[in-house]
């Protein structure tokens, strides 16, 4: 007998059909072993293409090294084929009975190592630390433009998830709209706590922590967890355990255990899935209330081990196969 | 520079990168020359294992065929992998801070035809019509039972699209709930409603007949367009003329207009787009109110030609390449 489950913050149902329960293994693709190079002269990504690139925006390099020459250990640059650009002016507009206004925003690309072979389940601890660091460094000089209504901090590994180049990068989009999914929870959030007087993250925490069964890994200031209402397999969330709306303000404790649990949960994934396509996406609060305290900052990690299709497009109710307590599981007991 | 259009029923906004603009043929991969079987004695859908699958709860089959047997035309069956079933109760229950319910509900398929090779873009009208009679058929048969809330009734059509059996068939799923992402148009259909004191869709379809840009067909009771706020390349909506909220009472007229454009619409995105895998979703009312005439259903078509990654996911805003100004002009342009 299969399970519906209702995410509590977004109301959405997913149903877990658990008599087709897959297992790690039912998802583990033969992959040819392909030995990938540290270094790609090919790759516009790679030291010694910075002019392939449009020019960084932000970069972690050593001293006596120039900005867009080599000798860096992190990118951040325009997107060269981006989806919204900072020049021009909003300009909402009718057309007949239908809105629009003008691509205003930004797109931009972090280049996260020069090493090509990588990825965030492999880096060391110090690599992971900068990325996060480019995020927050990115996310704060972008929340000047007052324009902007939302950042979005997001992770593509993998053909199958979106990733059309194998160099390990992020991406971050700043829309001049807050956007429905983000509103979503935001009032998922906020109706929570007119109702019971508390943050709806926090009460998850607690009752996670607590019940044990969808706990991956804790550190200090963080917990990895799959949530109840997973949509699709190994669904997988980190939260900071003490409140707060956005992480772009994290001191560098905290940014220290975020490195650590984001690296150890990606590993695991890794390895109990062998190398998985995924995208990981930050979840904060709107540029205009990042600080008014009332979100729960968190990152989603999805793999794309299944695909939508018909019913999840019409419905947005997900079928998913392997219950959030099994993927736990697993992941807690893939030694790293 | 890249165009934020809304959505007027959702509110959802998307990114038209014209600057990234992909015109058909970008989406054309060449595929190898398989020539289908008519018929496949190794798959359970075909005629002559009937046996293979779980019994038939709809047939349209001639005179002195026996159900269960060959003969027929259309046959619906329960899905042997069935994510919800009829047998139980609901009982809706608290676990800690969450809710959750056993999966009631029902899960069929419809095995279109008794020819393998075949799809929507390549039957005759008669085969077309018989698919769309079984739909209404089974909705109206399944309505009766009062803890369903919504049926949705879809197609995945090639691997990418979902679609795990090769011979044509359609499914629906019917679910003790409404989905989210029925009530999201449900209320943007209201709030439109109560602020301009007419129907959204009929607004859509005025204005789409008359600026004539965004229209692939139409004919004498439906009207097959490319929304103003397409998500996809080549998304597509077919619209009944008239207003009316559910699929499922069509008489034989609309019904014969509907097959005639359906096909027609199918036809014309498998020739331009060289059989694309797609999903198609019929978007009705809930059964609770599915007579109340406040909604309008439509059916919509979207073919996987991009990948939604990281952003899409996180923000439910989706970059689309190929406006829907060029995608219908390519649609009506294409002979069939």
Chains 1, 2 share one sequence.
């Not at 090294?65 to 080599?70: H, Q």
């Not at 951040?76 to 809105?99: C, H, M, P």
């Not at 990825?119 to 660091?133: F, G, M, Q, R, S």
């Not at 609060?285 to 081990?305: G, M, Q, S, Y």
Request: hydrophobic content about 35%; charged content about 25%; glycine content about 4%.
């Amino acid at each position: 007998m299969s399970e519906l489950r209702k995410d509590v913050i977004t109301r959405e149902w997913v149903i877990l059909a658990s008599e087709l329960a897959k297992r790690p293994y039912d998802f583990k693709t033969e992959k040819p072993v392909v030995k990938k190079l540290a270094h790609d002269p090919k790759c516009v990504f790679c030291e010694g293409n910075e002019d392939k690139t449009p020019p960084e925006v932000l970069s972690y390099r050593s001293h006596n090294s120039k900005p867009n020459g080599k000798g860096w250990q992190l990118r951040v640059i325009n997107n060269k084929f981006a989806a919204l650009s900072l020049e021009g002016d909003l300009q909402r507009r009718d057309i007949t009975i239908y809105d629009a206004m003008q691509g205003i925003g930004a797109h931009e690309v972090v280049i996260e190592s020069n090493d090509h072979s990588k990825n965030i389940a492999l880096y060391d601890h110090k690599t992971v630390e900068n990325v996060i660091w480019a995020y927050c460094d990115r996310y704060i000089a972008l929340k000047k433009d007052t324009r902007l209504k939302y950042i979005s901090v997001f992770r593509n590994h993998g053909k199958i998830a979106g990733a059309s180049l194998a160099h390990p990068h992020s991406q971050i989009v700043a829309t001049p709209i807050i956007p429905q999914k983000v509103w979503q929870k935001v009032s998922g959030v906020t109706q929570y706590s007119e109702y019971r007087e508390k943050c709806v993250y926090c009460d998850i925490i607690e009752n996670e922590l607590k019940e044990k069964s969808r706990l991956v890994i804790e550190n200090g200031k963080f917990v990895s967890l799959t949530p109840f209402a997973s949509r699709s397999p190994f669904e997988t969330w980190i939260l900071p355990k003490g409140h707060s709306s956005c992480f772009a303000y994290m001191n560098r404790f905290e940014v220290n255990d975020f490195a650590e649990i984001l690296r150890e949960t990606m590993l695991k994934m890794y390895t109990c899935l062998n190398d998985p396509p995924y995208n990981y996406t930050i979840v904060t609060a709107p540029c205009d209330t990042d600080k008014l305290d009332n979100f729960h900052w968190h990152i989603e990690i999805v793999p794309r081990l299944t695909t939508p299709a018909g019913f999840e497009i019409g419905t947005s109710i997900y079928i998913n196969v392997t219950p959030p307590e099994i993927a736990a599981k697993f992941l807690r007991d893939t030694k790293v």
